[in-house]
């Protein structure tokens, strides 16, 4: 197996390190590090950037020094692994911010000319996408359709050439029990040596 250049978006806003999703990132992060995949974590609690408010912001403000540094970690990585809570049905308004600093147009995708399609600037990537919440998985997946899932591979990821290979859901966190999250935790890892 190819070494691989992984990027992790640690996308708990909590800072204190201490959440479910900091613990998958970390058993992932051991399981790449023995199979000689280069490794680099993006924990977006510990970067502060400021909320885009109008489309100027976005399409012509400079991003921050830190925004930046995380464009470089992405554009250098062959793979994604994108862990976060479901809060209110879809991602952490933190992350949504995140991830509006760092798909500005000219990093992600360049706008066409007129009536042509944007042009994607990160295709070849891949990603991993892990999703924790308080419901059971498949009410998630069947019931709601997994609709914030879909609407970041499709809008986000899959508007810039993203392509999501593998969707984790991980149901009921707050009343499964140590053995459960051992088991999810040795799969993460798993999946970390495998480089998925």
């Given at each position: 197996?190819?070494?691989?250049?992984?990027?992790?978006?640690?996308?708990?806003?909590?800072?204190?390190?201490?959440?479910?999703?900091?613990?998958?990132?970390?058993?992932?992060?051991?399981?790449?590090?023995?199979?000689?995949?280069?490794?680099?974590?993006?924990?977006?609690?510990?970067?502060?950037?400021?909320?885009?408010?109008?489309?100027?912001?976005?399409?012509?403000?400079?991003?921050?020094?830190?925004?930046?540094?995380?464009?470089?970690?992405?554009?250098?990585?062959h793979h994604l692994v994108i862990i976060y809570?479901l809060w209110l049905g879809t991602l952490p308004?933190?992350?949504?911010?995140?991830?509006?600093?760092?798909?500005?147009?000219?990093?992600?995708?360049?706008?066409?000319?007129?009536?042509?399609?944007?042009?994607?600037?990160?295709?070849?990537?891949?990603?991993?996408?892990?999703?924790?919440?308080?419901?059971?998985?498949?009410?998630?997946?069947?019931?709601?359709?997994?609709?914030?899932?879909?609407?970041?591979?499709?809008?986000?990821?899959?508007?810039?050439?993203?392509?999501?290979?593998?969707?984790?859901?991980?149901?009921?966190?707050?009343?499964?029990?140590?053995?459960?999250?051992?088991?999810?935790?040795?799969?993460?890892?798993?999946?970390?040596?495998?480089?998925?």
């Open positions: 197996m190819n070494a691989k250049h992984i990027a992790i978006i640690q996308g708990h806003p909590a800072p204190g390190g201490n959440r479910f999703c900091h613990a998958l990132a970390e058993a992932y992060v051991k399981g790449a590090k023995s199979s000689g995949h280069g490794i680099e974590v993006i924990d977006i609690a510990q970067i502060d950037f400021p909320i885009l408010r109008i489309p100027r912001e976005f399409e012509h403000d400079e991003a921050t020094e830190a925004i930046k540094q995380a464009q470089r970690i992405i554009q250098s990585a809570p308004a933190y992350l949504q911010a995140f991830f509006e600093q760092i798909f500005r147009p000219g990093f992600a995708a360049l706008k066409g000319a007129e009536g042509k399609t944007w042009k994607k600037l990160l295709t070849g990537r891949t990603a991993h996408i892990v999703v924790t919440m308080g419901m059971p998985a498949f009410a998630y997946r069947w019931y709601f359709f997994a609709h914030s899932l879909k609407c970041l591979e499709r809008n986000i990821l899959g508007f810039c050439g993203i392509k999501t290979t593998k969707e984790t859901l991980i149901g009921m966190v707050e009343s499964i029990g140590d053995k459960e999250r051992k088991r999810w935790l040795e799969k993460m890892e798993q999946f970390g040596r495998d480089g998925k």
